[in-house]
């Protein structure tokens, strides 16, 4: 498998440092607030990363933290009058329900950074001795920069570069503008730990240094782009530093959600949290927009794309019901597909397959689901092949790769027929849809079919069409949908 490794920017193949093993740590949320859909397209790509390698064969061990003590989470307990373990609780609480909502599967480990006090103070007294840190008549600790010539290894970035950037804010007693702090003095009304620098807290980056450090060497280590500098960097620089070869070899980072082209982020104020979305969309309909592009492109998050996710995935799932429906029927004639389908229908698996080996391009991969589903909609609609014993196998062996979409994707799991239908009423909730009145003009309008009053019947189809919605007569009576 290949994976483009920001640290050097080139996609290489996937070798694990313990044969048959993987390990793989991702930075999780700071708990100050309700996730949005920067965070779903993180967790959404890591899990289908995860779900690959376990897929492939690999032991994977996964580990994803909780920042849960932070100036955010601080200030919004303070402006709550709320304790802050309570506002992180809260939030962490608030991830698992909506990453279960997108089937994004717990990692087997997901450390918080007040369990790692004592290893925290570890990692800063072995930088202190070794010259890398050091503590200010304050009680702050700060790495020394300059004592890493490898720093900006990650980022690409030269110390002249970071020094026209660097600031150094009232009050901090840096030596130097591009030092970082490690563990900060509490000041008045904060929660602190006791410390050989005094009473403080740790720093947002070497939490993560002490969380990984029982994993060591990390195969991969990820998160969004955001956290390549500093925060990614300056683990390296922590981890390295305090005397470990390397922190990770792989350093897999996904693309931004833009709206209006601009960075989905908080201080812009246009964030979207994935519980308001899904009052609108379906958790699965949220999953395929998210995968619907390579992980590493920009994504930008419009109403519009979420529609054609959703049209995207009806169509997927349709071909499921149908296939299934089919299959229900029975008698089966002995008639051979044509080569050139049956061909088709046996590299699709393949390009799947090959498409996620390729830097997990689920863009692609989703794009060989599409086909397969064109072809057995073509087996369908042919009414010479449709009874076909190899017919009946293809569609046999459509219902089983869905299972192993889900297995890998997370999506096309659900049972066909629910899930349309599900996906129907929320479209109708979405479109502020008359339930009562719909139901109502169906039902006058099985009556009249019953008495055989065509016409009657009829104009009630086109007072349905009016409010969007269409009907189709089968033998199990009307069924109903959005145009
Ligand atoms: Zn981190």
């Not at 369990?115 to 990692?123: A, F, G, L, S, V």
């Not at 702090?181 to 947002?204: C, I, Q, V």
């Not at 195969?219 to 990770?248: K, R, T, V, Y």
Request: overall charge neutral; some cysteine; proline content about 4%.
């Amino acid at each position: 498998m290949l994976l483009y490794n920001t640290l050097g920017r080139k996609k290489e193949e996937f070798i694990p440092v313990r044969p048959g093993k993987a390990i793989m740590y991702v930075c999780g949320i700071t708990a100050y607030d309700f996730c949005h859909i920067g965070h779903a397209r993180s967790a959404v790509f890591f899990d289908v990363l995860a779900r690959r390698l376990r897929h492939l064969g690999y032991d994977l061990t996964f580990v994803r933290n909780f920042t849960d003590v932070d100036d955010k989470i601080i200030a919004r307990a303070n402006n709550e009058g709320r304790d802050w373990r309570e506002v992180a609780n809260t939030h962490i609480a608030a991830f698992h329900e909506d990453m279960d909502r997108l089937k994004v599967l717990r990692a087997d480990f997901e450390p918080r950074a007040t369990e790692y006090i004592p290893r925290i103070q570890e990692i800063c007294s072995e930088l202190v001795a070794g010259g890398k840190a050091y503590a200010t008549p304050s009680g702050d600790v700060y790495f020394r920069v300059r004592a890493w010539p490898q720093y900006g290894r990650l980022s690409g970035r030269s110390l002249d570069e970071l020094v026209a950037g660097a600031r150094v804010a009232p009050g901090e007693e840096k030596e130097d503008p591009l030092d970082f702090a490690l563990w900060k003095a509490a000041k008045h009304d904060e929660p602190f730990w006791e410390s050989p620098w005094g009473r403080g807290r740790p720093g947002w980056h070497i939490e993560c240094s002490a969380m990984s450090a029982p994993w060591l060497p990390l195969d991969i280590h990820g998160g969004g782009q955001d956290l390549i500098f500093p925060h990614h960097e300056n683990e390296i620089a922590q981890s390295e530093a305090a005397g470990n070869a390397a922190l990770a070899n792989y350093w897999i980072h996904n693309g931004f959600v833009q709206t209006n082209a601009e960075k989905m982020s908080k201080s812009l104020g246009n964030f979207t949290t994935i519980r308001a979305i899904l009052k609108n969309y379906l958790p699965e309909t949220l999953r395929f927009f998210l995968l619907s592009k390579h992980y590493r492109s920009p994504v930008d998050f419009t109403r519009q794309g979420m529609d054609e996710a959703e049209k995207a995935l009806k169509r997927v799932y349709s071909a499921l019901q149908e296939a299934g429906c089919a299959l229900g029927r029975g008698k089966w004639k002995n008639v051979d597909l044509p080569e050139d389908m049956r061909r088709e229908w046996k590299i699709l698996p393949e390009a799947f397959d090959a498409a996620l080996d390729d830097d997990i391009n689920t863009a692609q991969a989703l794009g060989q689901i599409f086909s397969q589903a064109r072809l057995v909609n073509r087996l369908l609609e042919d009414k010479n092949l449709r009874g076909g014993e190899g017919g009946r196998k293809m569609l046999l062996e459509f219902a089983e790769r869905a299972l192993n979409w889900e297995r890998q994707l997370g999506l096309f799991g659900a049972a066909p027929a629910a899930f349309l239908e599900e996906l129907r009423d929320i479209r109708a909730k979405r479109k502020n849809l008359d339930r009562g009145r719909v139901a109502d003009l169906l039902k006058r309008r099985e009556i009249a079919r019953a008495g055989k009053n065509f016409a009657e019947s009829d104009e009630l189809r086109n007072r349905l069409a009016e409010v969007g919605v269409t009907v189709r007569d089968t033998r199990e009576g009307q069924i109903w949908d959005l145009e």
